[in-house]
């Protein structure tokens, strides 16, 4: 039983970077998309102000969508799916320090959603607005744009699972470094002892 009733979910992040540097990354849909940490995105296409979604979710569920752009003006990027069941909106406001960005997500079900599916469904939200936020925040110095380059022509075009592995060999091989400088410097202080 399909229910005609519109559910609404939001998020708001403050992403400390200029309004122009936040705004290049939401405009560009693909690098929007691609951004969703739960995502991989398998297609993607736009034209005609309507843009094609194809994405594997972790839980292995395929979707695939066509959306209508109904607004892209600056500061405000809209959308609605063109079966007419979603509309997303993102909205940028001057904060105290940088921007605030917030989407709105308004959709039907073919059931009426449980408050945990709702809770769930906005902490997915809250987590693709933090990697938009992660990303945007990058600033210019010579590692945030090497990082800036590996995210954008390695990690977003690798699914999530791939994308954790190599985040957690990164970090491993960071503390093997961290524990061979103070095994180094324990030997060099033990040597300056004797």
Known sequence: MKTNAMHRISWSVVIRAPREKVWEVLKDTEKR????????????SEENGKFKLK?????????????????????RVAYR???????????????TEGV???QVERFSLPWKPTERTLK?????????????????????????RTSKFLIDRLLLRLP????????????????????????????KIAKMIM
Not at 171 to 187: C, D, K, R, V, Y
Request: aromatic share 8%; net charge negative.
């Open 55 to 75: 994405v594997k979710r972790e839980n292995g569920k395929l979707e695939e969508r066509v959306y209508e752009i109904t607004d892209f003006s600056p500061g």
């Open 160 to 187: 999530p699972s791939q994308r954790r592995i190599i985040l957690l060999i990164i970090i491993l091989n960071a503390g093997i470094l961290i524990l061979f400088t103070i095994m180094f410097a324990a030997m």
């Open 120 to 144: 769930s469904m906005e902490a997915e939200l809250k987590f693709w607005l933090e990697g938009v936020k992660h990303y945007c925040e990058l600033r210019g110095n010579p590692i945030a």
């Open 33 to 44: 998309m691609r951004l969703h940490p739960g995502w991989e995105v398998l297609h993607f």
């Open 100 to 102: 605030e960005v917030t």
């Open 81 to 95: 799916a063109v079966d007419g069941d979603m509309e997303v909106e993102i909205l940028l406001k001057d904060a």
